[in-house]
Structures are given as C-alpha cells and as structure tokens.
Nanobody
C-alpha cells in the first residue's frame, strides 16, 4: 500500500521560504514520477512540479520557475519542494502525488499540507 505523507506547511509572510517534505512508502518507486500539486480555495488543482524518482530534469508550473525547486532523497524515500520568494498567490493546500511512468494521471496522493502566505 503506497503512502505519501507531507509535512512542512505553515503560515509565512510574502518573500519568505518554506520547504515541504513528502515521505513515500509501500512501493517500488524507481519508475515513478513524483509531483507536487496545489489547490487554492475555490480553484481546481494545479500542477506545481514533478521529477522522475530515478533522477533527471524536473518540470515546473511557469509561475513558480526560478522560485521553487523539487528534489529527491532516494535513500530516505523523500521528495522535497523548496519554495522561495513566496507570494500570496502561492497560498494553497499542497499535495504530494506519485504516478507510474506509464500513467497519465497521478495514482497516489498524500493528505495535503496547508501553505498560507500573507501580504
């Protein structure tokens, strides 16, 4: 049973940084893409970033490029999202997600962690 557990959210002021963590367990992730997806109040879920578990280039939402970085610690089965220069529009629930490389949609989701950025 695949489990994804996020942590690291919080309330910060604009311009601050946060690092989200996602601990993955219960699966063999070597062929998975790991991603972060967010959902702001009243809006649909929005892709933020993804990376192949075994390494390689990452993909980002245009509006977070240069501010957010997704990374892996394979030894600890953990995915990170380093978020710098946060803006109020980054306020959302951030979900960790995993999908097989052959899947179009994410197969597994974490419970989400709240990120609130005040102006």
């Amino acid at each position: 049973q695949v489990q994804l557990v996020e942590s690291g959210g919080g309330l910060v002021q604009a311009g601050a940084s946060l690092r989200l963590s996602c601990a993955a367990s219960g699966g063999t992730f070597s062929t998975y893409y790991m991603g972060w997806v967010r959902q702001a109040p009243g809006k649909e879920r929005e892709f933020v970033a993804s990376i192949l578990w075994s390494g390689g280039s990452a993909d980002y939402l245009e509006s977070v490029k240069g501010r957010f970085t997704i990374s892996m610690n394979n030894a600890e089965n953990t995915v990170y999202l380093q978020m710098n220069s946060l803006k109020p529009e980054d306020t959302a629930i951030y979900y960790c997600a995993a999908r097989r490389s052959t899947s179009i949609r994410y197969d597994y989701w974490g419970q989400g962690t709240q990120v609130t950025v005040s102006s």
